[in-house]
Nanobody, 125 residues
Framework: QVQLAESGGGLVQVGGSLRLSCAVS????????MGWFRQAPGKEREFVAA????????FYADSVKGRFAMSRDDAQNTVSLQMTSLKFEDTAVYYC??????????????????WGQGTQVTVSS
């Protein structure tokens, strides 16, 4: 099964930027749709961004649209999440996920088959 490993989390000030990476054990383009989710303490896991199973079409939650950008690098077998203009409410554990289903509701975590362990992002003043 595919293995996912997130990195790049940390502590950042409000208004700052971070870039998260997800190393994937195999090629994603043409095989998996990829998603980023996050979970804050006491809250449910929520959708952040996704990229289609092939190509570069991306989708974003309204809360991050215009601030976050997801991309895929097939040469490195990675997907990334560039986060800018970070807010307190962006604080959460961020998870990378892979879905082997070509067409599905990418905002629904139940449609993803594989998950990474998560990386903490903390936004402070």
């Amino acid at each position: 099964q595919v293995q996912l490993a997130e990195s790049g989390g940390g502590l950042v000030q409000v208004g700052g930027s971070l870039r998260l990476s997800c190393a994937v054990s195999e090629r994603t383009d043409g095989n998996y749709a990829m998603g980023w989710f996050r979970q804050a303490p006491g809250k449910e896991r929520e959708f952040v961004a996704a990229i289609a199973w092939t190509g570069s079409h991306t989708f974003y939650a309204d809360s991050v649209k215009g601030r976050f950008a997801m991309s895929r690098d097939d040469a490195q077998n990675t997907v990334s999440l560039q986060m800018t203009s970070l807010k307190f409410e962006d604080t959460a554990v961020y998870y990378c996920a892979a879905s082997a289903t070509r067409w599905a509701n990418r905002q629904n975590p139940a449609t993803y088959d594989f998950w990474g362990q998560g990386t903490q992002v903390t936004v402070s003043s």
